[in-house]
């Protein structure tokens, strides 16, 4: 900025707080026109290298803003405060300015700088290595941006997810992004820094893909712009790449020659000191100037003076006669401003508000529908162990086939609302894949034999026993792809292939691939068939029913794990769904260490146990209270939290099984009030868990474990058996 522009700024920044002087608000205004001052002072230092000063009247400013609680001010300098630190790769201070400026911003409800804060967090988080919260920051600007059509932040932002694509190793769809970046770079003024760092990017995607012609045109096309713009650094990045690329080639003259070259502008950079020049060093820093017109600092000082002089009396009598006119028009502008960002934020909260009362729909349907089955499997179950006829048999295994099957639909909903609202994590831990795909199959195998399918597996006997990754992931993606092929063939084949793709000390590529002989898929199809409620036509959904979510449930869980799911098929001929995962290999000496844990159950020691039974449902009481006493085992019940209280108050218990949605006080403030008069007392949440219950803040509450309804009656009699003995309750 010149010295005339920053007089203009501080002319028009003086008249603004007369102004609003007359509203008895001086005081206030002082201290806003002293963080301007400092921000500007800020942005000087910045230019001339100057940054331990930088960062000092940084952070004065944002102590005067929250002196006088001025939000704007304060995520305006916080955000100045994450770029500074962000240059100077302090990545920690860096990541707690950021983070406090996305909390602000987002209270303010400021889109554009929102989205700006977005990408210098996911930029520190890239940097950092912690690539799934860059992905995910990344994917948030560009969510705002795409509202907002701002193509310029948009491009930054492509440019960001094509350089995390790079480091996951997935140059194909890093070089997609840059493509999508240089589009608008490469059409626009001002950009040719991002343009050349987006070539010089795009040419190391080429190389990971072999394709060495290509990569050594786009580093040479980022050399040319590099050094017609003066941006030094990226100009020695495009030297030694190319030294490199020649000497990978064989082409060892051309490698020296540039490595000449390099070594050179290297010697000479380094002499200068012009490392953080903030045009070539780092220009997401260009945001700290508000004015836009940093290259007019290098206007010569000797024409100064006088034109100060003159700027200044012009600006002031200018200032006097419109004054009014001005504050007419300015105020004219604010209004529509207003308008137009009442509009779009009544737009954005509809739309939270449409996303909030599906999760909330889904979640409270999921709900009350376990509720009734956890009915309709434990009567089932009760009845099947009653001797029944042949004929009742019959009848009683349609009742439980039918039964799960709606209990897989319930829980496909419930996985999706979860997947949606960010609630699940991948977990880390050991396991063997070959029992766990053996027991998907074990478990289809019967629905397969009554369409005539039969399940054939091709497992590479290389891959070791044991890995380290989700294994509950592995076996719901298995689930969903298998019973996909099995629903759409009839008399046909099902093959499932597991290949290894490489592998090294600490970690192992596999390739899966689920493949039939069924009805097949459109082209058209294809591409929205990984979508929610999407299957291949109205009369697929009549013939082969489900709800299509099952392989919108895949996709989602393998980009969980950075992967993909990709199909190739033929209508009338089958179709092949096939994916590649990353998992850790478990060395011998670590083998021991992590062993899954068995449990047991021993009905021996649950005879003679007194249980408390906590539900307000008639017939789930008397559903519990049948499977428990079958096992010999008492039982009492309470209809609600408040009995419950008063009866562990008064009487001895060895364990409770308590319900969370209970009339009164709930199952979780009714274990509170326990817990301050009981702590020894077994207590475990019956209940059917949903998306909106924290399973962390069961445990908090003094549940003892969760037993999640409905249940399969082995793991509710494990899960109370060794609840039992971990309390000492049993020897």
Known sequence: MSLISRILLFTLILCCQFSIGQQNHNDTY???????SLYFKAFDNVQQTDYKTTLENLKKAKELAKSINNDEKLAQNTSALALVYLMLNDLENASAESVEAIKLQRELHNSEELGKSYITYATINLNAGDLPTAARYFTEAETIFLITQDD?????????????????????AAILNFQRAQD????????????AKTLLQTAKAQQALKNTRKAEDYATQSLILSQNKNFTQIELECLSFLSNLAKSNGNYEKAYSLFQEFYAKQSDFNQKGDHVNILTANPPLAELDPTGFRAQRRIQASKITTVLVIALFTILCLLALSLYKNNNLRAKANELLQIKNSELIVAKENAEKASMVKAQFLSTITHELRTPMYAVTGLTHLLMEENPTEEQKKHLDSLKFS????LSLINNILDLNKLEANKVEVEYTSFN?????????????????????????DYNSSIPDQLMGDPLMVSQILINLIGNANKFTRDGQIFIRIELISQN???????FEVEDTGEGISKKKQKNIFQNFTQGSVQINRKFGGTGLGLSIVRRLLDLQNSSIDLESTLGKGSKFFFDLKYNVVKDQDREKIKEKVYTIDYEILKGRRVLVVEDNKINQMITRKILEKNNMNCDVADNGEIAVEKIRFEEYDLVLM????????????TKKIRQ??????ILALTAVTIDENIDDFYLAGFTDIIPKPYKMEEFFSKISKCLKDQDVVP
């Open 403 to 406: 039964g799960e099957y709606l």
């Open 184 to 195: 608008y770079f490469s059409n626009n003024a001002n950009t040719g820094y991002w343009s």
């Open 505 to 511: 000390d600490n970690q192992i590529y596999l390739h």
């Open 152 to 172: 310029a932040h948009l491009a930054r932002v492509y440019l960001g997810q094509g350089t995390l694509h790079l480091k996951n190793d997935k140059p194909t």
């Open 659 to 670: 319900d969370i949605h209970m009339p009164g006080i709930s199952g979780t403030e009714a």
């Open 677 to 682: 008069f009981n702590e020894d007392i077994p």
């Open 30 to 36: 002082k201290v806003q026109g002293q963080i301007d």
């Open 433 to 457: 894949l070959k029992k766990r795909v053996d027991d998907v199959i074990f478990a289809l195998t019967g629905s397969a034999k009554e369409k005539g399918n039969s399940l054939d597996l």
